[in-house]
């Protein structure tokens, strides 16, 4: 079996110019990730508050 390239970075700057990376370092990666966070601990909050109101 072949290997390639195994250096992936998991953010990569702006200014720099590579392809082996996970997440760019920009204002979309940032909102998107916030609104995710958001998003799982609302969703963390109403699986707690339904498995308190119904015990």
Request: proline letters at 0%; zero cysteines.
């Amino acid at each position: 079996m072949k290997k390639g390239k195994e250096n992936f970075e998991f953010v990569k700057e702006s200014d720099d110019d590579k392809g082996n990376y996970i997440l760019q370092k920009d204002t979309t990666t940032k909102k998107t990730t916030t609104f995710v966070v958001i998003v799982l601990a609302i969703l963390i909050v109403a699986v707690a508050a339904t498995s308190f109101f119904l015990n």
